[in-house]
């Protein structure tokens, strides 16, 4: 069992930036997923990228795509979401996850929410003048 906290949420104006951090326990990440997923009040929850601790291979919502970026820093188990140039339609809940790429693999599959069996408790991100 994984255990994930996200960290590095909070208010911030369009245009601005924000670090959310993902900090994982409990297990190895040598071959897992992890994703950064949010949900607007009433709307579902949508994959915002993913990164694979086993070759690095990114994911991105094609709406953030050219301003949020996700890494990781495996000595520390903890995987990054930069975001910049945030609007307000970028407001929500954000959340980390991860599940064991021997699941599967694939753009559709480490985008999906379904996918995913570990969860953090997710964190708010506003964007607002």
């Known amino acids: 069992q994984v255990q994930l906290v996200e960290s590095g949420g909070g208010l911030v104006q369009p245009g601005g930036s924000l670090r959310l951090s993902c900090a994982a326990s409990g297990s190895t990440l040598d071959y897992y997923s992890i994703g950064w997923f949010r949900q607007a009040p009433g709307k579902e929850r949508e994959g915002v990228a993913s990164?694979?601790?086993?070759?690095?291979?990114?994911y991105y919502l094609d709406s953030v795509k050219g301003r949020f970026a996700i890494s990781r820093d495996n000595a520390k188990n903890t995987v990054y979401l930069q975001m910049n140039f945030l609007k307000p339609e970028d407001t929500a809940v954000y959340f980390c996850?991860?599940?064991?790429?021997?699941?599967?693999?694939?753009?559709?599959?480490?985008?999906?929410?379904?996918?995913?069996?570990?969860w953090g408790q997710g964190i708010q991100v506003t964007v607002a003048s």
């Open positions: 990164i694979s601790t086993r070759d690095g291979s990114e």
């Open positions: 996850a991860a599940y064991s790429l021997s699941k599967g693999d694939g753009e559709l599959l480490r985008l999906w929410p379904s996918m995913y069996d570990n």
